[in-house]
Each structure stands twice: as structure tokens, then as C-alpha cells.
């Protein structure tokens, strides 16, 4: 139901910019979040964003680095990933949660929606 798509190569110090649309219906009203999972490492959160894009939510790791966006009118969350490290190479995931409390928002299991991953990998 949702298409990540973005992910590659890229250099440490680089950018890369990541998408997430949904295929076949809209995710009007939902919360997105971005979430990664490293080899032999559990998923995690990395970013979240409310329908209304005022409120925005990040993991420590990747705060003043990466920068969680949407376009309601496209349909689309985009994760804006700068000053990428090694350490940032993960396999990263869109989801979608219509109704999320605040306190739950960096767990995976609150969001029903996910989307297939888009691998970014960042060579030292």
C-alpha cells in the first residue's frame, strides 16, 4: 500500500532524499514515519510527521541530519537524509497510522501500514 523509493549508494558526508506514496488510496489524515532496519539489528524509528506537517518527531541519531517532510496535495512524505554516515546504512521503511498517541509514536507495532523499503547504503 506504500511505495518507498530513493534509496542507493551514497558517499559519507552525502544526501540523499527518500519518498513514500501510497499506491491505490490515500493516507489522508495519517501520521508518517519513517523507520530502518540495519542487518541483524532491529527495526527502529527514525522520523515522524502529523497530517498537519506542523509536528515533526525524530530519533536523537539522526536530529539536525535528516528532515521528515509531506506534500498532502501529492500524497507523498519525503525523508531528506543529510550528512549521512556509515552508520546510517539501514534498509528504510514509510509507514502510516491513522490514529497515534504521541507516546507511541516512535514504535513500530502503532503504525498498520508499511511499504516495501528502499536500501540506502553509505560508504566511509
Known amino acids: 500500500q506504500l511505495q518507498a523509493f530513493g534509496g542507493g549508494l551514497v558517499q559519507a558526508g552525502g544526501f540523499l532524499r527518500l519518498s513514500c506514496a501510497p499506491s491505490g488510496r490515500t493516507f489522508s489524515g495519517y501520521v508518517m514515519g519513517w523507520f530502518r532496519q540495519a542487518p541483524g539489528k532491529e527495526r527502529e524509528f527514525v522520523a515522524a510527521?502529523?497530517?498537519?506537517?506542523?509536528?515533526?518527531y525524530y530519533a536523537d541519531s539522526v536530529k539536525g541530519r535528516f528532515t521528515i517532510s509531506r506534500d498532502n496535495a501529492e500524497n507523498t512524505a519525503y525523508l531528506q537524509m543529510s550528512s549521512l554516515k556509515p552508520e546510517d546504512t539501514a534498509v528504510y521503511y514509510c509507514a502510516a497510522a491513522l490514529r497515534i498517541i504521541v507516546s507511541m509514536i516512535r514504535v513500530p507495532s502503532s503504525y498498520h501500514h508499511w511499504g516495501q523499503g528502499t536500501l540506502v547504503t553509505v560508504s566511509s
Open positions: 510527521i502529523k497530517w498537519s506537517a506542523r509536528t515533526t
